[in-house]
Each structure stands twice: as structure tokens, then as C-alpha cells.
């Protein structure tokens, strides 16, 4: 009986907790979403790089609460592996051993309050590393923890490799997407 008492008091105190909490915040259950009008966003999968290009990453990041951070990363393919985020997936080219890839990871805070962001960043594709397959990764992390990540398989050749991608897009990237909305 005792027992049974002390159980309900503390089901009781825990009852009035979680209500006090739910009056405190209106919780975010909702991941983030990266994702941007299809003929502005960039890179796409299977796109063709050259060395001293300048790789444009163009996406808009939304949640329905608030951003919180998002980072960029470039890594190899040489090895084909594959996220769980990666919905394409292109013809895996080349088999370049690894001995200077491309890769980088890069961090940013996104201002306060924001429910849309749009990542507008240059690269430019270093000429002294090894050429094939990579991946630039999107991640992107809301105020309160979800997170939610992009793969996009690019490639990076030889400036004279001849190559028919069949992605509808044209390989001069010196194009800048001027019909749209870049802020
Ligand atoms: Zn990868």
C-alpha cells in the first residue's frame, strides 16, 4: 500500500513536470530540409568537374522552427561508398588511389531566427589533387538538434577529358543561373 502511494505521488510530480515543460516550449519534431529551386540549385549528382574550376554550392535550407548551423564537406569517392542520404547514384568512373584527394569540411552558424537560408558558397577546385569521383556533403542542423544531410557524387577530370554526364545541364559552369533569385 505504501508502495502504491508512493508510486502516484510520483507519477503525480512527473505528470506536472512534463505540463509545465509543454507550457515552456512548443516542441520542433520536424528535421530540416535542404532543397532550392531545381534549375538554381548546384552542384547536382553526376556533374563534371575540371581543376581550377570554381565549384558553386547553391541550396535553400528550411525548417519549421528555427536553423541552427550548417556545414559543407568535400570528400573522395575513390573507394565507392555511399550515405544513406544519396538518392542518385552515377556511373563510378574512375579508380585513382588515393594519394592527394580534395577534402575539406567547413562549419557555419546560421543567425538567429532564421526558418530560411540559402547556402551561396565558391570553391575553387584545387589543380594539384587527385582527380575521380567525389562527394560534397550538405549538412544541415536545426536549434534544437535534428539534423539532416545531402550527398551529391561530382566528378573531377582531366581538363580535356571528353565527357557525356547526360544530366541535361551544360559542363561550362561559368553560368551563372542569372534568371532566378540570388541574394
Ligand atoms: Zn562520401
Known amino acids: 500500500m505504501k508502495k502504491n502511494i508512493l508510486l502516484s505521488t510520483l507519477f503525480m510530480a512527473l505528470a506536472m513536470l512534463s505540463a509545465c515543460k509543454e507550457d515552456?516550449?512548443?516542441?520542433?519534431?520536424?528535421?530540416?530540409?535542404?532543397?532550392?529551386?531545381?534549375?538554381?540549385v548546384n552542384p547536382i549528382d553526376c556533374q563534371v568537374y575540371h581543376p581550377g574550376d570554381v565549384?558553386?554550392?547553391?541550396?535553400?535550407?528550411?525548417?519549421?522552427?528555427?536553423l541552427g548551423s550548417y556545414e559543407i564537406e568535400?570528400?573522395?569517392?575513390?573507394?565507392?561508398?555511399?550515405?544513406?542520404?544519396v538518392a542518385v547514384h552515377c556511373p563510378h568512373l574512375s579508380s585513382t588511389a588515393t594519394v592527394y584527394p580534395w577534402t575539406f569540411v567547413e562549419a557555419f552558424e546560421i543567425p538567429e531566427g532564421q526558418t530560411r537560408y540559402i547556402i551561396e558558397k565558391q570553391y575553387t577546385i584545387p589543380d594539384d589533387r587527385d582527380l575521380g569521383d567525389y562527394h560534397l556533403e550538405i549538412r544541415v542542423t536545426d536549434r534544437t538538434g535534428w539534423t539532416t544531410e545531402k550527398s551529391i557524387d561530382i566528378k573531377i577530370y582531366a581538363p580535356n577529358t571528353p565527357v557525356d554526364d547526360n544530366d541535361g545541364h551544360d559542363d561550362d559552369h561559368g553560368d551563372n543561373h542569372d534568371s532566378g533569385t540570388q541574394q
Do not use: C, R, W
Open 74 to 85: 568535400v570528400h573522395d569517392n575513390f573507394q565507392p561508398h555511399t550515405h544513406s542520404a
Open 55 to 66: 565549384l558553386k554550392v547553391y541550396y535553400v535550407l528550411t525548417d519549421d522552427m528555427e
Open 24 to 40: 515552456d516550449e512548443v516542441k520542433d519534431t520536424t528535421p530540416p530540409e535542404i532543397g532550392g529551386d531545381a534549375a538554381l
